[in-house]
Structures are given as C-alpha cells and as structure tokens.
C-alpha cells in the first residue's frame, strides 16, 4: 500500500496539480542537473530526512545560489526515487547546496543544517523511517571534517539524545527528478508539506533569524 507522500507524489507526477514557479534548476530527461559551482562559489551537500524540507530550508539562508534534491551515500549509479524507496541503494534523500562562502561560512551552513533536522534520531526523521531518511553530513575537506565535529561538540546539552549524524566523505551525488525540486514552494497545499515540512522550516527561522533572507522572514 502507498504512503500518503507516495500518493502525492503520483498526483503531482501525471500534473493533476498545478504548481508555481520556484528556483531555476535547469533539467534533462525528468531528472535536475547538476552544474560545477560558479566562480567564488563553494558546494557542500546534506542528508537530513525527506529533502522537500531540506531544500527549502538551505534554499532561505543567506548567501546560498541555489540547493537541488537528490540522492547520496550509496553506491547504486543513477537511482531513481523509486530506487531509494526500496533502501537497498545505500542512499539518502539529500541536498546539494550552492552558496557564497563570503556571506555565508561553512559553519554556519553546517549549524543550519542540525538546525533544521533532527540530528539524534537514528535511520529517519519524524514518520519517515529507514536508512534512506537518515542524517548525513559529507565532507569535501578535513577542515569541513574538523568544523562538522566542532558544530556537534556545540550540541552538547541542546538536545536530549546523541547525535546520529554520519560524518562521511563526498563521493558523488544524484539530483533528483524534477518534480522533487522545490517541492515545498510549489505544494503548499499538501498536508505533507504542511504538517511534517513547514515545522522544520519554521524552527530554522525561528532558531537563526539572523541568517535567513529576509523575503522569508515572517
């Protein structure tokens, strides 16, 4: 039987929604495409459950270009959401950040992301559960290495459980299918985005106001 969110996704695949416009993700064959980070521009990628939140998440923060939904952490070549559904890829819904490392630091990228998620639960967020849910933060350095275990470090005390994130070095990342990107602007109307999504996008205005732009602010 298919969840909720897979039902939805149905619908909004065969258009019987219709949708506004979001950021420009350029696309090729249903999927987004993933471009080499501009000049002055700096890439990191994040797993932090379902990635309709994440993406937006990422996408409010000042000094980011741009975030794609997609795929990391496993080792099946070109999967398809379907594929990552059946937690046998290794994958994890994930989000590829494009941002200004002048505006916006590494580390204050990294604070946003254990922000926005709950970083202590194991194998999922909320009510989706499963390897493909899980917390990831991949490093493309030993000092994004040292700044993640600092960021961590900085938790101590502020939530409850210990920290789950896996630390793992970037191989490669998958960009979703189009339908997937920007997923949260264009559905507001879906009681995924607003009983699961909108909370998490709403503690990260509310915990790092100073950091989001400020067309979002409410």
């Known amino acids: 039987m298919m ?4 039902i939805i996704i149905c619908l909004v695949t065969v258009g019987l929604f219709s949708c506004n416009e979001g950021q420009k993700i350029n696309s090729k064959n249903g999927y987004a495409i993933v471009t ?16 309709w939140a994440m993406q937006e998440c990422m996408v409010e923060l000042k000094g980011v270009h741009k975030a794609i939904s997609g795929y990391s952490g496993g080792t099946t070549k070109n999967p398809s959401y379907e594929d990552v559904l059946t937690k046998t890829t290794g994958h994890a819904e994930s989000v590829q950040v494009y941002y200004d490392p002048k505006t916006i630091s590494y580390e204050k990228l990294a604070e946003a992301f254990f922000h926005s998620h709950d970083a202590s639960q194991v194998d999922g967020q909320g009510p989706d559960l499963g390897s ?27 939530i409850s459980e210990p920290v789950a994130t896996e630390l793992v070095p970037f191989e490669v990342f998958y960009p979703a299918e189009t339908h ?3 997923y949260y602007k264009r559905n ?8 699961v999504s ?21």
């Open 180 to 182: 997937h990107q920007d």
């Open 36 to 51: 080499p980070a501009a000049a002055g521009e700096s890439v990191a990628t994040f797993a932090g459950g379902c990635f």
């Open 3 to 6: 969840n909720l969110k897979t």
């Open 132 to 158: 493909d849910y899980r917390s990831i933060a991949f490093y493309r350095s030993d000092n994004e290495y040292q700044i993640l275990q600092n960021v961590i470090a900085g938790l101590d005390g502020k």
């Open 188 to 195: 507001s109307w879906d009681p995924y985005i607003r009983n």
């Open 198 to 218: 909108r909370p998490k996008v709403l503690k990260l205005r509310k915990s790092m106001p100073q950091l989001i732009k400020p067309e979002y602010k409410d």
